[in-house]
């Protein structure tokens, strides 16, 4: 079964930096688009970056493009966010997604808090 794990969250100050990993199994890794999304408190999910299945392409929200970075080891099957210039308001929880099959695939999150 398709099983995302994320990791690499925790509390950084304004300006700062973050890498989160995400671990995937359960498919054929290196066929799918991969994407990451976050979610405030109080806010709908949001779309951050999308990589394509080579990592030749990226897309980002106009809210982090410059300051995030989406990559990807198809031989680690694992997707990244390079998180740098952080701000207080991309304090949510982070998560890697997957549309495989018309279903939509979702790990458990990982806490990203800006704060000083």
């Known amino acids: 079964q398709v099983q995302l794990v994320e990791s690499g969250g925790g509390l950084v100050q304004p300006g700062g930096s973050l890498r989160l990993s995400c671990a995937a199994s359960?498919?054929?890794?290196?066929?799918?688009?991969m994407h990451w999304y976050r979610q405030a408190p109080g806010k709908e999910r949001e779309l951050v970056a999308t990589?394509?299945?080579?990592?030749?392409?990226?897309n980002y929200a106009d809210s982090v493009k410059g300051r995030f970075t989406i990559s990807r080891d198809n031989a680690k099957n694992t997707v990244y966010l390079q998180m740098n210039s952080l701000k207080p308001e991309d304090t949510a929880v982070y998560y890697c997604?997957?549309?495989?099959?018309?279903?939509?695939?979702w790990g458990q999150g990982t806490q990203v808090t800006v704060a000083s």
């Open positions: 997604n997957v549309v495989r099959r018309a279903t939509y695939y």
């Open positions: 359960g498919f054929t890794f290196s066929s799918y688009f």
């Open positions: 990589i394509t299945t080579a990592g030749s392409s990226t």
